[in-house]
T-cell receptor
């Protein structure tokens, strides 16, 4: 099993460009998450999907959109990148409830100039 | 005020020392998680607790629900334990789906 995979690993964008971060899991998990991690701050939830076909906003959703394409894949889109979106992005998944372990992808380092 | 506070923020110790990292939270929770983030950036879940104590190898995690406090202990610390340790909770008022994270404790073990 590959677990949770993310692409790309690293990306540089210019302000105003768009891009999609891809995430896939092969553990048949229901719930998937997108977080961002910034220096001096804890991981912050951007969006999550409790099950295939549903998505909900997290703590910092502005400037992002998501798609739960199927049970395996959950993508994060930046329509018009801003320097404030420079961060490390992590995708995660878990079976379902709060009492389950959450599994994280390796992260995508994004730099917006 | 953050709902999840960790201490210390940074900790440097000699190999072999007993390590304690603390996590306090301010509201009711359904579960508490300890995570490890290595210098390469990957995040791994170490423990999930809702009560009592759990042990895995040299790592021990405890939680006191009444005091809203958890500790992560490392016995016989080793340089490979150097990492950022993150506490995260599922808050009752956020429902069952979302984790709230502490800012992490950076642990450095010197040979």
């Amino acid at each position: 099993n590959a677990g949770v995979t993310q692409t790309p690993k690293f990306q540089v964008l210019k302000t105003g460009q768009s891009m999609t971060l891809q995430c896939a899991q092969d553990m048949n998990h229901n719930s998937m998450y997108w977080y961002r991690q910034d220096p001096g701050m804890g991981l912050r939830l951007i969006y999550y999907s409790a099950s295939e076909g549903t998505t909900d906003k997290g703590e910092v959703p502005n400037g992002y959109n998501v798609s739960r394409l199927n049970k395996r894949e959950f993508s994060l889109r930046l329509e018009s990148a801003a320097p404030s979106q420079t961060s490390v992005y992590f995708c995660a998944s878990r079976e379902g409830t709060s009492r389950e372990t959450q599994y994280f992808g390796p992260g995508t380092r994004l730099l917006v100039l | 005020k953050n709902e999840v506070e960790q201490s210390p923020q940074n900790l440097t110790a000699q190999e072999g020392e007993f390590i304690t990292i603390n996590c306090s939270y301010s509201v009711g929770i359904s579960a508490l998680h300890w995570l490890q983030q290595h210098p390469g950036g990957g995040i791994v879940s170490l423990f999930m607790l809702s009560s009592g104590k759990k042990k895995h190898g040299r790592l021990i995690a405890t939680i006191n629900i009444q005091e809203k406090h958890s500790s992560l202990h490392i016995t016989a610390s080793h340089p490979r334990d150097s990492a950022v340790y993150i506490c995260a909770v599922t808050l009752f008022n956020f429902g069952n789906e979302k984790l709230t994270f502490g800012t992490g404790t950076r642990l450095t073990i010197i040979p």
